[in-house]
């Protein structure tokens, strides 16, 4: 019996500190993507599942709770692979390795060397499966948003966008600007791309799938 080869819906992450304008942006995506009938799935930001769990974030993030985040964030990526057209990913597993350096520097910790080598490999590895990931860039003048648990330290909302920022370019992960002023730019592109992957998926399902 020949099992069917498994093609990945086209996966797109918006990555960056926080309150600079991911979900907002995945959201217009999405809606813009309904109106063409494209089947989308999101992958939400995690903090509110790792304050529930008690787990530590933000200044507080730990190794276990970087983990935590990149093996939960991959297991929900994987689980809305099989659903939909296209997945969009409010902070891939990038993210949380960002977080736990930017938490290490603010409180003067180092990181067990053998438990940084796991997080890099695991991440690495996975960034793979995104076609495209999306990097904002702070502006100070945005305010925090606090309908979510992200504290109000203005100082570790910069600190964690630096580190973001240095985990992308340390790692060789490509990724795109997404300054807070070219967000409807950056729609219309991010649109116009997605079109072109999934056209290019229905091209090969229609030769028979993957050679």
Do not use: C, N
Request: hydrophobic share 45%; glycine share 8%.
């Amino acid at each position: 019996m020949v099992t069917a080869a498994f093609v990945r819906p086209v996966t797109i992450a918006v990555t960056g500190t926080h309150s600079t304008g991911k979900s907002t942006f995945l959201q217009k995506l999405a809606d813009r993507l309904h109106r063409d009938r494209v089947e989308v799935g999101i992958v939400q930001d995690l903090g509110v599942e790792a304050v529930e769990l008690g787990l530590p974030i933000l200044d507080r993030h730990t190794w276990v709770s970087t983990l935590w985040f990149i093996t939960r964030g991959m297991s929900l990526e994987a689980q809305a692979w099989s659903a939909v057209d296209v997945v969009l990913i409010d902070r891939p597993v990038s993210d949380a390795l960002g977080y736990y350096e930017a938490a290490l520097e603010s409180r003067g910790d180092q990181a067990d060397p053998s438990h940084m080598f796991q997080l890099e490999h695991m991440v690495v590895r996975h960034v793979r499966h995104y076609d495209l990931i999306l990097r904002t860039v702070l502006d100070p003048a945005i305010p925090l948003d606090r309908s979510k648990p992200r504290g109000t330290d203005l100082t570790f909302r910069a600190l964690a966008d630096q580190h973001v920022a240095k985990v992308h370019e340390r790692l060789g992960i490509d990724h795109v600007l997404l300054s807070a002023d070219g967000h409807e730019r950056a729609l219309l592109e991010t649109t116009a791309f997605i079109r072109g992957r999934l056209a290019g998926i229905a091209d090969v399902a229609a030769m028979g799938g993957p050679s």
